[in-house]
């Protein structure tokens, strides 16, 4: 079988790729390195640095290899960034799509795309794939627009579509620059021996899932259809996380709490159906991810 993974370099997609490697799956990755880096990329992969605003070239690379799979990974991930792009942020994300979508449609078995929780917006938690989607930030907006335009290129020329609304993924190779990457943030905050930065009162909460847990997902969703949620299903606020970090270190960290906006107050999700028709459940608990994660930047 032959996937394509888009942003393959980058924190996702590069797990993903060694996950499918392993399971003997023909690779082609995709990636214009700005965000992802060049020792992420496996080197049993075929690897094409290329843009996805390069309309022609990518056509040319889409029928050559002619996959069965495309994962879509590739993304502008800053919400701040987001908001500072405002129209073009979501035209230039959508485009990328329709760019992915135009030369593949036609023989493609699937198509998975990495979405995000932030199509919910601020409701009382545990959100379910049934829920109203109200995004609050063009991030969220961009992700929906995308799920919606999905759905409807599948349904018009017959391939899958799977949608998978992450959680707060963390682990191994994620930017520690990353806004949506708080245990990134804070692990390298704690290797540099700097304080926390928390943004608002540390009360906000989140469902920090381990990038293991989101791999395995994506290697259950092969031939399967729907829009799902992964996460772990229960919600951790910043503070009880820098609590877990202290306990794991065994020091008293300094924190230093900003008035700055924190986002949505609650978040965690209900992943009964993923459950269900995956048979996924989250493995890797919070205290040994986070571990796991220490470890990793402390050697890199």
Known sequence: ???????????????????????GFEVLIIDNLSTGKEKNINKSAIFEKVDLKERGKLKKIIEKFKPDIINHNAYI??????????????????????????????????????SSCAVYGEKLPPLNEKDDLKPINLYGLSKLLIENSLIYFSKKHNFKHTIFRYSNVYGPRQKSNSESGVISIFTNQVINKKPLTIFGDGENTRDFIYISDVVRANILSIDKEGIFNIGTGKETSINELVKMLEKITGLNL????????????????????AEKFLNFKSETDLYEGLKKTLEYYEKN
């Open 77 to 114: 991930s800053s919400i701040s960034k987001a908001e500072k792009m405002r129209g073009k942020f979501i035209v230039e994300n959508l485009q990328n799509f329709l760019n992915l979508i135009e030369p593949s449609k036609e023989f493609i078995k699937q198509f998975i795309f990495a």
């Open 254 to 273: 300094k924190k230093r709490y900003l008035n700055k906006d924190s986002g949505v107050k609650r978040s965690y999700l209900d992943i009964r159906l």
């Open 1 to 23: 079988m032959k996937i394509v993974v888009t942003g393959g370099a980058g924190f996702i997609g590069s797990h993903l790729v060694d996950e499918y490697i392993k399971n």
